[in-house]
C-alpha cells in the first residue's frame, strides 16, 4: 500500500509540473458557461464532491460578509448540467489574482488553479473513481496561493526545482479508499505539510445505525489520533458554537498546565498555532521568576527576543490533550473551511486568550499581577503583536510598562 501512495504523490507531482504548460486551458473552461454566481470566500471544494456541500454554497452559517470579503467575493461559472467549470477571485487590497478549472469524467474529477500574477499552478484537486465508486483522492497546494514571485532568471524546470525543494512551500495529501459492502470504512494516505516530515496516516469511518456518514478519524503512525470530520448538528449557532468552543479549550489548557505542575506564579502563557493550518495551540508558560530574571540581567535593554521568541529554548512547548473540545473544534473547522472564514478561526483562538488573561486562568494557577495570555503566530503576526496583545484581553497600562522596560 506504500507503494501505491508513492505512486499516487508522483502521479500529483507529474500532473503540477505539466500545469505549467497549460494555463491557456482556463480560457477553453470559460468558454462553457451558461450560467455564473458570485460567493463571498472559496467554494465548490472538490472535498465535498459527491455530497449535498459541493452544490449548497448559499446557505452560509457565518454572520454576513465583512466589508473586505465582498471585495474578494469568488466568481462562479457553471455548465449547462449545473456543475462549475470556472472559477476566479481576487485580493483587492494586493491586486493578486486567481483563476480555476473543473474537468468531471466517469474516471477522473478535477480542479486545478493558478495564481495569474505568477503563472504558479497553486491547487490541484483530484478524485479518481473506478465502476463508480471513489478509489482515490490528491491534493496540493503551494504556501500563500502561489502568489510569492520566483526570480525572474529561473527556467521554467528551475522554478519547479525550487519550488520543490524549498521549505514551507509545498504541501500534499493522497489517500487511497477501502470499502465493505460499498461504504468506505478507512483511507491510508500519505502527506506532508509546511513543518513536519512526510507522513503516513489512516482515516476510519464511522457510520450511524441509519447508514449515514458520523464521523471520521485520522490516526497517525505514532498512534495519535484525532477527528478530521464529524456530522453537522441539525442547527448550528456560530456565535454559540466559539463561545462553547473557547470556554472547553480554555479548560483544558489549564488542565494540562496543572498536569505539568509548571512554575509558578505566571507572567506569560503563550498559545502557539499556524493560521488556516493548526488551532489546537502548543503552550509556553513563562513563570515571573523566569521573566525577572531577564529584567535583572538586561536592565535598560531590547529583550523582546529573550522575553517572548526563546520559549523553546527553557522549555519545549506543551501539547493539551483536544478530547474535551475536539468535537467542537472539528465542527467550526468544517464550516470555517467551506466558508473560507480563517479571520474568525484566528479570532476564536484569541478568544481563548482573552479568557485565560481576563479570568487569569480561570483562578486556578498562581499568576503575576501583569499577567497575559496570547494567541500568536510568530510567522505573520509579528507585526501586529501588540494589537494582539490587546485583542487577548491585556490592559494597556501593561503593555506601556512593557514599552518601558524594552519588552515590547
Known sequence: MKMYLENL?????????RAFDELSLLENHKENIVSEKYIPGYGYSLEDYGTPYFLQ?????????????????HYYGFTTDGLPCYTSFRHTYNNINWAGYYDYS?????YVEYCINTGIPSCIKRIQYRDGEKISYQSLSIDSRGSVPLREDLSREEAIEYILNAAYFLSYD????HRKEGEITKAEGLAMHPGLEEYHYQKLYKYDTGGELAEIRTVHENGQSQLSYVRMDKAIDIRQLIADLADEMAIAIVDELEAKQVDVPLTLLELTYRSASRYIPLLSPRSLAFTDEINRKYED???FDLIFLATELDQPYLEINPA??????TQFMQVVRREGKWDMANAMI????HTLTTTKL?????VGKEFAAYAVDWETDVEEFEDILRECGTDPKVITAWKERGWL
Open 324 to 329: 474535551r473540545f475536539e468535537r467542537s473544534l
Open 9 to 17: 504523490k508522483l502521479d500529483l507531482l507529474n500532473r503540477w509540473k
Open 174 to 177: 493522497v489517500e487511497v479508499f
Open 362 to 366: 480561570l483562578q486556578r494557577i498562581p
Open 350 to 353: 484569541r478568544k481563548v486568550a
Open 57 to 73: 454554497q448559499g446557505d452560509k452559517i457565518f454572520p454576513q460578509a465583512t466589508v473586505r470579503e465582498i471585495g474578494d467575493y
Open 106 to 110: 466517469d474516471s477522473l474529477v478535477e
Open 301 to 303: 535593554e531590547d529583550v
